[in-house]
């Protein structure tokens, strides 16, 4: 039998497929990307997911590499999971590298692969308008929509091109009102909704230019400079 892996401190793994007896069903949001760093508009729209869709938890799935990100500006893993575990301090959210652990490297594989691991689990892919506007570019970006219900969340300057964009005009037929928010995960995709949800200035690119540095700093750490320097020692 291989041993167990050491949890980090902070770091929630996802439970277990069989645990004792047969698991209840539940619902979860499953909120990707690079998280390089971390910051208060991911918890923003996991708070926000948790109360509109009626989802039991949140799970944070820090990419190893997001292929259409340069590495060179990528921060390691473990920092970057360091990060997001410090900002899902929250009962029901999670941070894992459950995608390094899976061994895959696009969105659509990671998310098969939770299907089969869970399969009385509930998923709903989480995102901001940003990500509905450059999904295309994806890895079988379209079969994502027939997988798990899809939850879209409004981030500034990119809502009026995402909605017009080449995902949201192919699926605009299973878009679905609000007001269907709270059963979305229940119901069979492709369905998806769009928050026009109050904006959060937060994110990373806009940290690692150091913009509004002091507004977004990691719990922890006292700036995104002291962050740096610590990822720079969690190679």
Do not use: C
Not at 3 to 22: E, Q
Not at 94 to 118: H, K
Not at 128 to 144: C, H, M, T, Y
Not at 214 to 220: C, D, K, L, V, Y
């Amino acid at each position: 039998m291989p041993a167990k892996r050491k949890l980090r401190r902070g770091v929630s793994h996802p439970p277990p497929a069989r645990a004792f007896g047969r698991p209840p069903k539940r619902s979860v949001g499953l909120l990707g990307g690079s998280f390089n760093p971390a910051h208060a508009g991911h918890r923003h729209i996991s708070e926000l997911a948790i109360k509109y869709l009626k989802l039991d938890e949140v799970w944070w799935l820090v990419s190893p590499q997001n292929p259409l990100k340069p590495l060179a500006d990528m921060a390691p893993l473990k920092a970057r999971l360091a990060s997001a575990a410090r900002h899902a301090n929250h009962p029901r959210m999670r941070a894992t590298a459950v995608e390094d652990e899976l061994g895959t490297r696009y969105t659509a594989d990671t998310l098969r692969a939770l299907r089969r691991r869970f399969p009385r689990t509930r998923f709903v892919w989480l995102m901001g308008a940003d990500n509905l506007r450059q999904i295309p570019r994806w890895e079988a970006w379209s079969s994502i929509f027939h997988l798990m219900p899809i939850a879209v969340f409004a981030r500034p300057a990119y809502d009026l091109k995402a909605l017009a964009g080449k995902a949201a005009i192919r699926f605009k037929k299973y878009r679905r009102h609000l007001r269907y928010a709270g059963r979305l995960a229940s119901r069979t995709p492709p369905v998806w909704v769009f928050f026009h949800s109050r904006l959060h200035p937060a994110s990373g690119t806009s940290i690692r230019r150091g913009d509004g540095n002091q507004a977004w700093t990691i719990p922890g750490w006292s700036s995104y400079g002291s962050w740096q320097k610590a990822a720079r020692n969690m190679r």
